[in-house]
């Protein structure tokens, strides 16, 4: 069961790079999303996606875009990197069941821009 | 706003109850969620409660809700070293975006 699954694991970045996180899930859940975790602040909402087509903002979402042009892939885009973007990415979705929605996490990104 | 608020930090003993505290404002939160992550890892869904719930247990855990004064806890019972990690709540609320607090972490000794 592949579940949720982000790619790369890990990557470095220069200042003003750009690079695009794929987070893939084989549910067919119709909600997505995108989180930053740093230390001491939890995990803040970047974008999200309820449905197919569509995204929306979250808490943090300056510096990046999204895209949900197929239901079970949401890409988050970096323009152009700043440090201030290093951060551990975490992308996860969910669906709204009868017996109570949960929501399944990918292991995470690590992203450091230098 | 949303908002989600809990401890940094809990330590207790090997075989003592844990209890993580969480508060949240948005009260139109339709469900409530404890996450559990590890060293390095994801995060995974321990248990969570429906807003017109005021508890529910699931064999150590205990979920406490108190929805007048926007509260949530989550009690561990006979706590075990393997339950060392960092516990998020998060809240969805009716926009269905699921806003996380900052996490406590918890550790225990041996």
């Known amino acids: 069961n592949a579940g949720v699954t982000q790619t790369p694991k890990f990557r470095v970045l220069k200042t003003g790079q750009s690079m695009t996180l794929l987070c893939a899930q084989d549910m067919n859940h119709e909600y997505m999303y995108w989180y930053r975790q740093d230390p001491g602040m939890g995990l803040r909402l970047i974008h999200y996606?309820?449905?197919?087509?569509?995204?929306a903002k979250g808490e943090v979402p300056d510096g990046y875009n999204v895209s949900r042009l197929k239901k079970q892939n949401f890409l988050l885009g970096l323009e152009s990197a700043a440090p201030s973007q290093t951060s551990v990415y975490f992308c996860?979705?969910?669906?709204?069941?009868?017996?109570?929605?949960?929501?399944?996490f990918g292991q995470g990104t690590r992203l450091t821009v230098v | 706003g949303e908002d989600v608020e809990q401890s940094l930090f809990l330590s207790v003993r090997e075989g003592d109850s844990s209890v993580i505290n969480c508060t949240y404002t948005?009260?139109?939160?339709?469900?409530l969620y404890w996450y559990k992550q590890e060293p390095g890892a994801g995060l995974q869904l321990l248990t969570y409660i429906f807003s017109n719930m005021d508890m529910k247990q699931d064999q150590r855990l205990t979920v406490l809700l108190n929805k007048k004064d926007k509260h949530l806890s989550l009690r561990i019972a006979d706590t075990q070293t393997g339950d060392s990690a960092i516990y998020f709540c998060a809240e969805r609320g009716a926009t269905n975006k699921l806003i996380f607090g900052t996490g406590t972490l918890l550790a225990v000794q041996p």
């Open positions: 996860a979705s969910s669906q709204i069941l009868p017996g109570g929605p949960e929501a399944f």
């Open positions: 996606s309820v449905g197919e087509g569509t995204t």
């Open positions: 948005d009260s139109s939160s339709t469900y």
